[in-house]
């Protein structure tokens, strides 16, 4: 499986991603925004881009769709309860299905709600995974939930889903929001030494060329995922004073979420 990571450099910080197949050099675009870079790009490696894929139904993930189909004649897949949000869908995803590109490319949709509910992640069937993971899972982030989406649910899929993929499963969010959930993550635990040494590098990172993280490292800086940390807890009570000696991680994440919407 070849990957590449597009950053369209426009005020949202979207990466866009093309997924390849080796052999036969089909290729699918996830949220193509930029639809001309990814036809640059495809061209540039002399890839056939045949499907395109939305994560979930925002303007800044299909918003190239239109222009990329009518270059490519590709075929749009999204969660099959974007039909009504997404227009031309050809292919409706439920959590399970199977994408294949080309002869070697292997791709299972995973229904993650939470930032919409009509959204998708896809997970790569190769020896070591990979996560493409829209606006859900960011570096050291989590999606937030304030066009259509659900906090609660949010949190089921971090820990119904994300937290019990493979550790060592690469992570393709669809921005860069990389530095500033570093600097929420050390505002929430500034003891955290990881996240403090990581900061540094990625403030200075071009994003043309961008840290890519597993999910093993995300669970040492990810706030959202360090639910049960005595630092992040004895920190949000003082946001929260009526928390519990010993809150459950839903209750946690739900507060989290809460405080970033206003950092």
Same mark, same amino acid.
């Given at each position: ?39 640059? =790009? ?24 239109? !222009?990329?189909?009518?270059?490519? =004649? ?27 590109? =080309?002869? &070697?490319?292997?791709?299972? *949709? ?6 919409? %509910? *009509? ?22 982030? !989590? =999606? ?12 089921? &899929?971090? !820990? ?55 999910? !093993?490292?995300? %669970? ?13 807890? @004895?920190?949000?009570?003082? *946001? ?5 000696? *010993? ?10 979420? @809460? ?5």
């Amino acid at each position: 499986m070849l990957v590449e990571q597009i950053y369209t450099e426009n005020a949202y910080r979207n990466f866009n991603y093309l997924i390849a197949c080796p052999e036969t050099g089909e290729a699918m675009a996830i949220d193509p925004l930029d639809h001309k870079k990814c036809l640059a =790009g495809a061209k540039r490696h002399g890839w056939e881009i045949t499907q395109v894929l939305n994560t979930h139904e925002h303007g800044d993930h299909t918003g190239g769709n239109r !222009a990329m189909i009518a270059a490519t =004649g590709a075929k749009l897949l999204a969660h099959h309860g974007a039909k009504d949000k997404i227009p031309g869908i050809d292919v409706g995803l439920e959590a399970g299905d199977v994408i294949t590109i =080309g002869k &070697t490319v292997a791709l299972e *949709s995973l229904d993650t709600p939470g930032h919409t %509910m *009509s959204h998708i992640c896809l997970l790569s069937r190769t020896d070591q995974p990979s996560l493409f993971c829209g606006d859900t899972l960011f570096n050291a982030g !989590a =999606g937030n939930c304030h066009n259509g989406g659900h906090p609660a649910e949010l949190y089921q &899929t971090f !820990a119904g889903q994300l937290a019990r993929l493979p550790a060592d499963t690469k992570v393709y969010p669809g921005h860069d929001y990389f530095a500033n959930n570093l600097e929420f993550s050390l505002d929430r635990e500034p003891d955290n030494d990881k996240a403090r040494a990581l900061l540094d590098r990625v403030r200075h990172q071009d994003s043309h060329d961008a840290l890519v993280t597993t999910l !093993a490292e995300e %669970m040492e800086f990810n706030t959202f995922f360090r639910l049960h940390s005595p630092s992040v807890i @004895a920190r949000l009570r003082e *946001s929260f004073p009526d928390l519990p000696d *010993s809150p459950d991680p839903e209750t946690v994440f739900l507060r989290l979420r @809460a405080l970033r919407n206003k950092w």
